[in-house]
Structure formats: structure tokens, C-alpha cells
């Protein structure tokens, strides 16, 4: 069982290397695909002269340890060769299951799409970036505008307290007065936009803040299906 335990040590060694160095295309001076290879023989290797070097009754085992290697090794080598398909798969999961995480996809062209969930109440949310703060947003294709609620503006680091609340606008909870702002940075993923004009709503007048058709707009295109939205940049 030591040598198993050594051979599963190169092999977990080996494929977080892979990994860490995926974006750079090389892993100790060699091509990430030249190092796969050697990371893939090197046990077989090993086992091998532990088999010469040792008696005939230890070759046998390490035989049969050399088979258990090869159906590991292949394990890791499909891990690491289909780690983008699996990624996307472990994204739409926490999409389904996590309401406002979503999906980042790139095309072939290099375009970036986020694709998102409808909740169980029947909408639209995302998790939103405001300033490099986090803020969950319902999307709202009926507001003109962005539109934060009080709190979220604060924690935006917007300062409410100093806006003068003079603009008119309709909420769930009815009329009430919102203040106009301009937002330095809104991303939603890779989508980044910069100085996005919104209104933050007087406190306690909006339970959300939403995504409106002035974000929306600039973008692409948007596509409705029955179970999702996808936003392309």
C-alpha cells in the first residue's frame, strides 16, 4: 500500500500543478502536455524498477498495484482534459441551487454570456457587483433605470444621507421618491459597466434593488428562455 500511496502522491502533485498552471501553457519548463506525459510514466516507471529490484512474489503485487495506477491515472487525466465542461456543469448546479449565482460562458469568438436562473418565486436575480460590493438585484425589464434600495446604496459606499430625494418612481410598495445617482462601476461577471446613471429609493420604499433597461440596454443582446436569461456583452 506504500507504493500506491506514492504513486496517488505524484498524481495529486502532478494534476494541482496542471492546474495552477493551466492559463500559462507551461509547468516546470515544459508544455502543459509534455508534463502530463511525464507525470503519466513516471509511476509506471517506478513500479517497474521496484519490480526488477525486488523479489518476483513483490512483482506481482506491484503488478497489480500498477493496474489499480492506470485506472487512477485515467481518472485524472479526463479531470483535467474536460475541466472547463466540468466547471460549467458545477456552475449550472449552483445556479439551480443558489438563487442569483450565475453562469459565466465565453464563445468561440470571445464573448462573454452569463447565463441566469429564475428563481422559484418566477423572476430574474442576480448577484450584482456595485463598487466591488455585492448586491442582489432582481432584473427588471418594466424599470427604466437601475435602482438601488437605501441599504444597498449605502453599502455601495454612495452616501444616501447626502442625496436629495426629488424624483418620482413607482415600487412594489407604491409611490415614493428616489434620489438620481450615478453608479462609478456595475458588473455583472465579466460584464463591466462604468459610470451607470441609477436612483436610490428613499429608506424602507424598496425591498430589492433592480437591474433596469439602461443596463440591460447596453448590452448585445438578451434572451429569455422558459427557465432562463442570458445576457451577452
Not at 441551487?97 to 460562458?105: E, F, I, R, T, Y
Not at 441566469?116 to 425589464?141: K, P, S, W, Y
Not at 463591466?192 to 424598496?206: F, H, I, T
Request: hydrophobic share 45%.
Amino acid at each position: 500500500m506504500r507504493s500506491l500511496a506514492v504513486v496517488l502522491g505524484i498524481l495529486g502533485i502532478g494534476l494541482a500543478l496542471l492546474l495552477y498552471n493551466h492559463d500559462s501553457g507551461q509547468t516546470l519548463g515544459m508544455s502543459n502536455d509534455d508534463f502530463g506525459h511525464f507525470i503519466y510514466l513516471l509511476p509506471i516507471a517506478l513500479m517497474l524498477s521496484a519490480g526488477v529490484i525486488g523479489s518476483r512474489v513483490r512483482l506481482g503485487r506491484n503488478l497489480t498495484y500498477l493496474a489499480i495506477w492506470a485506472v487512477i491515472a485515467l481518472i485524472f487525466m479526463v479531470a483535467f482534459v474536460y475541466q472547463d465542461e466540468a466547471k460549467q456543469v458545477g456552475r449550472r448546479v449552483l445556479a439551480e441551487l443558489m438563487p442569483g449565482h450565475s453562469v459565466v460562458l465565453t464563445g468561440l469568438n470571445g464573448e462573454n454570456e452569463v447565463v441566469i436562473r429564475r428563481t422559484q418565486g418566477g423572476h430574474f436575480a442576480v448577484n450584482a457587483q456595485v463598487n466591488e460590493q455585492r448586491v442582489g438585484m432582481l432584473i427588471d425589464t418594466g424599470a427604466s433605470q437601475v435602482t438601488l434600495t437605501y441599504e444597498d446604496a449605502k453599502k455601495a459606499g454612495l452616501k444616501p444621507e447626502t442625496l436629495k430625494f426629488s424624483m418620482p418612481v413607482t415600487t412594489a410598495n407604491g409611490m415614493a421618491q428616489a434620489a438620481p445617482v450615478t453608479i462609478p462601476e456595475l458588473s455583472i461577471g465579466p460584464i463591466v459597466r462604468k459610470n451607470v446613471s441609477a436612483a436610490v429609493a428613499q429608506e424602507g420604499r424598496l425591498d430589492t434593488s433592480l437591474l433596469g433597461m439602461n443596463f440591460l440596454s447596453s448590452l448585445s443582446a438578451v434572451r429569455i428562455q422558459p427557465n432562463e436569461m442570458r445576457l451577452m456583452d
